[in-house]
């Protein structure tokens, strides 16, 4: 998450409220190059690299991608499918097997307040860039969350470098799959659950996307092999 170069697939308008749903396989790493974070918000898919890597994924109609990644130090990539961002069921499925550090979430921006907010289903190493701070432990259905936040200081956003707090919930260790996953997400509950813990969301004005996001962490590197199918 921490550079600005971003390959964004097309710059196909985003539906509220709807997967969108490319026709045809494309491959990503053909596409449009934006040098913004701002820029690949609007987009109805996540597809950025940094550092040195193969990373290669594509998007393949229906709400589905599938990635294979293998990250050098330094090489990171965040890929994933979007949809019209706020309260709404995302159901999801298909197979994860990372290795090293990144995660499998839900993932976006709000405004006033500025805040960058994950949910977190599965990873093999947590690796914080900043240091996470527990505010609360929740239940969405059957299945628990943490909530912590981070301080980010002057680093990339939607409304270019600023300071600003990201929110992730996480997945309890017990309850967290890898190979086959899959599942509901109702971020309602989340956002309820930040709320209550003091920590409100802003203004919906991006998308919202479930990722695979990979990233090296010192001599931890990143790799692995993921399908997912969002709807
Ligand atoms: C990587 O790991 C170190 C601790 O080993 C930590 O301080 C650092 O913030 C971690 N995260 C990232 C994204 O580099
Ligand atoms: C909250 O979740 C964290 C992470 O799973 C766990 O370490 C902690 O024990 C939980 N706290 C409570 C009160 O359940």
Redesign the pocket.
């Known amino acids: 998450m921490l550079s600005l170069k971003a390959i964004i697939a097309t710059a196909l308008t985003l539906i509220p409220g709807a997967i969108t749903a490319p026709g045809s396989l494309l491959p990503l790493e053909t596409s449009l190059t934006y040098n913004s974070l701002d820029a690949r918000q609007g987009s109805p898919w996540q597809w950025w690299t940094e550092g040195q890597g193969q990373f290669s994924c594509q998007q393949q109609g229906g709400g589905k991608y599938s990635c294979t990644w293998s990250g050098k130090s330094g090489g990171g990539m965040v890929a994933g499918t979007g949809w019209g961002s706020g309260r709404k069921t995302v159901k999801y499925s298909g197979d994860y097997n990372p290795k090293g550090p990144g995660y499998l979430a839900v993932y976006g921006w709000t405004r006033n307040p500025l805040v960058e907010y994950y949910i977190v289903e599965s990873w093999d190493v947590l690796a914080p860039g900043e240091p996470w701070t527990?505010r609360?432990?929740f239940t969405s259905g059957t299945a628990?969350?943490?909530f912590y936040t981070a301080q980010r200081v002057n680093k990339p956003s939607i409304e270019g470098t600023r300071t600003f707090t990201q929110y992730f919930s996480?997945r309890?260790?017990a309850e967290k799959k890898v190979g086959a996953v899959g599942g509901s997400i109702n971020t309602a509950d989340h956002f309820d659950a930040w709320s209550k813990a003091g920590y409100r969301l802003g203004n919906f004005e991006s998308a919202m996307y479930m990722i695979t996001e990979a990233f090296a962490n010192g001599t931890k590197l990143p790799s692995g092999t993921s399908t997912i199918t969002v709807s």
Do not use: D, G, I, T
């Open positions: 527990l609360s432990n628990s969350y943490a996480v309890s260790e």
